[in-house]
């Protein structure tokens, strides 16, 4: 299966690795991956922060920059969400909506389109928590949101990382619990991102996690900072370095 490979310009900045475990993992499972060099951000920090204006210019360099592909796959919960429901910037073009509508998160494109039986290459021996970020659930339906108790419940991530030799999912309190990052808001409203980044932090501390993963590694980058500053013994790996194989 052909793909291109969208990887978020904080992803590229501060978290290369995880750039190169999602393509060693799409090859690994037979995909051929092109990656378009000229892409950089899909416009949502702008667009979430109501300046459209800003976004637009963005957001049309990442049509330019993946149309004519299929399936388009990113690492990043928020920025697929983004492309996919919010790339209203600018004109809803035949162009545009190709885009959109072919951008794939890569938890549900391993899970919904692949259907990967399993991941024989990686082994995680480790106490892990998922963090479920507010738009992988609410947004592109990874698991089931806590509100809906009608509906069975399910986690496409939890799924995935069940199939990984060695890892053990630790429970926690409030499975999707905001962390408190949302863009913007932890700039504006710092104390109360902080104090929720902290309470985000604990559950799984209190739970015996060794690692916090997710599909959204902003999320990540939050609680790293917390951890970071408490000097607490617990770590931040994104969901597609522990499917990758690594690092034990």
Known sequence: MKVALFIPCYIDAF???????????????????????????????MANSGCQEDAA????????????????????ASCVHHVRFHLDAIAPTPEAETVRSGTRELVEFLHDTLDVPGFPWAKFPHRVGVHESCTAIRGLGHARPSELVNVPSFSKTRDLLG????????????????????????VTDEA???????????????HG?????SADMSCLLHLKGIIDRGQLPLKVIHIAQILNGGPV
């Open 163 to 186: 199939k990984v030799e060695g890892l053990q999912l630790v429970e926690i309190d409030r499975a999707d619990e905001c962390c408190g990052f949302g863009g913007s808001f932890c």
């Open 57 to 76: 210019a963005t957001e049309a360099w990442f049509v330019r920059c993946f149309h004519g592909f299929e399936t388009i796959v990113g690492p990043s």
């Open 209 to 213: 996690a060794e690692y916090i993963t």
């Open 15 to 45: 978290f290369p690795e995880v750039g190169i475990a999602t393509l060693e993992l799409l090859e690994r499972l037979g995909c051929q991956v092109d990656y378009p060099l000229d892409q950089t951000c899909c416009g949502q920090p």
């Open 192 to 206: 109360v991102s902080a104090q929720m980044g902290f309470d985000r932090v604990d559950d799984f501390l209190r």
